[in-house]
């Protein structure tokens, strides 16, 4: 862990609030008019505080600004940023029931290893047994395992970032980006705009593309801004934390597929071999112009979208198609032009692709020269962020929420449910 003393603290807070109103200041587009936008203000927080009682299991409630999705047998498991995770039984994809919440501060990702949840708190990595859903316990603590960069061990503070919703005179917040402000696990600044496979036994979920957390061969895979953490959880219960590899700067995603580690980054895709799950160790790593970018992958193509935003203000918005058969050296096939792509599934040969606040769009990708000869759908009601072609629904994360379709026909997605946010965020 780096230490900082408090004066370091307190010019780091200052730095902050000056970048951020750098990044307000620069913002176009400006209209005068009452605006009310949810974002993220510094604080300071004891790591004592937050490590004095177990997490709280609360009755289950209504959604208000959805994260990260991730499917597990008959359930459906949805983060809310910084806050904790909904467990909804999804056994009838049509009308899904909100079970309970668990509340998890500083909670930004999940996975699920054989009825083991595992999440992030903070500085620390909480695991519950939730194979009673309706009866949760916390079971363990792994602490300082997630080092956050602005922290003083001495004193034991941190800082982190509060959900905030405020109203101003004016619509300064939207500009050229219209998104959100959060704090992630790595310690530094984000922006919400911006399948593991099982076996020796284990029972693994499934998570979007945009998912920093994955399960494969009894280890669990963790990535920040900067690095890839590992974790031993063949005892499902007491996740050994082994090692951290460090990636670079502006990493964003992880995606396993048969022993290997896709990861997004902002300036390109890395690919890692896990054969030795203990020890990945780098291929290759495919570079592209600064762009946020998820990936997914079949045996010979991985399918990545690049979009342009705050974080990646010089990037482009497109879908890249890239020949994988050669690991160590992948080949862009194809480009093509999207408007603000954004996380994306596959289902054979089926794409489904998130558009933003554009909404969604499904291609049938057999011919991967002539994906945009072969849109089939373009939702542009359903704003959409991620997406996890799961075994009875296609399950799709917005602003305004989680809905499911049903994919049986490719050709023609039907609605099953809806479940709409609280507070739909401004995009």
């Not at 920040?224 to 050994?240: A, M, T």
């Not at 580690?261 to 896990?274: E, K, P, Q, R």
């Not at 020890?279 to 112009?289: A, I, L, N």
């Amino acid at each position: 862990m780096k230490n900082f003393n408090s004066p370091s603290l307190a010019l780091i807070s200052s730095l902050c609030f000056v970048f951020v109103m750098i990044l307000f200041s620069s913002c176009e587009d400006q209209v005068s008019s009452t605006y009310t936008y949810r974002t993220m203000v510094p604080v300071y927080l004891q790591m004592s505080d937050f490590r004095t009682n177990e997490a709280l299991i609360e009755p289950g409630k209504q959604l208000e600004n959805p994260g990260k999705i991730y499917i597990y047998g008959d359930f459906l498991l949805i983060n809310e940023p910084q806050k904790g995770i909904h467990i909804l039984d999804n056994s009838n994809p049509s009308s899904p029931e909100s079970l309970n919440f668990i509340k998890i501060p500083g909670n930004v990702d999940l996975a699920v290893n054989s009825n083991m949840l595992y999440a992030d708190n903070y500085l620390d990595l909480l695991v519950f047994d939730i194979s009673n859903p309706r009866a949760i316990k916390q079971v363990q603590r792994v602490e300082d395992v997630f080092q956050n960069m602005y922290t003083d061990a001495s004193s034991g503070t941190f800082m982190t970032l509060k959900d905030t919703i405020l109203t101003a005179e004016s619509n300064f917040m939207r500009g050229w980006w219209g998104g959100n402000i959060f704090w992630n696990r790595g310690g530094m600044l984000s922006f919400s705009n911006d399948a593991a496979s099982s076996g020796g036994g284990e029972s693994y979920g499934q998570g979007g593309s945009m998912a920093r957390f994955t399960l494969m061969n009894a280890h669990l895979y963790a990535v920040d801004d900067y690095s890839l953490r590992v974790f031993d959880v063949q005892n499902k219960e007491l996740p050994k934390f082994l090692s951290t590899i460090d990636l670079g700067w502006g990493i964003e995603t992880i995606f396993p597929f048969q022993n290997k580690l896709f990861i997004g980054s902002n300036t390109g895709m890395h690919i890692y071999d896990a054969t030795e799950p203990s020890s990945p160790t780098m291929m290759s790593v495919y570079q592209h112009v600064t762009a946020c970018d998820p990936v997914v992958v079949n045996e010979n193509h991985a399918f990545v979208t690049l979009r342009s935003g705050v974080n990646c203000r010089f990037g482009v918005d497109e879908l890249q198609v890239l020949d994988i058969t050669n690991l160590y050296e992948p080949k862009l096939l194809k480009s093509y032009e999207m408007l603000n792509p954004h996380g994306l599934g596959l289902a054979g040969d089926m794409l489904y692709l998130a558009e933003g606040k554009h909404g969604l769009k499904s291609f049938n990708v057999a011919d991967v020269l002539a994906i945009d000869e072969n849109q089939l759908e373009f939702l542009k009601s359903l704003k959409s962020v991620d997406i996890i072609p799961g075994p009875k629904s296609l399950i799709v994360i917005g602003p305004d929420g989680v809905c499911q379709f049903d994919y049986s026909n490719p050709n023609r997605l039907v609605q099953l449910s809806c479940i709409n946010v609280k507070n739909p965020v401004v995009v």
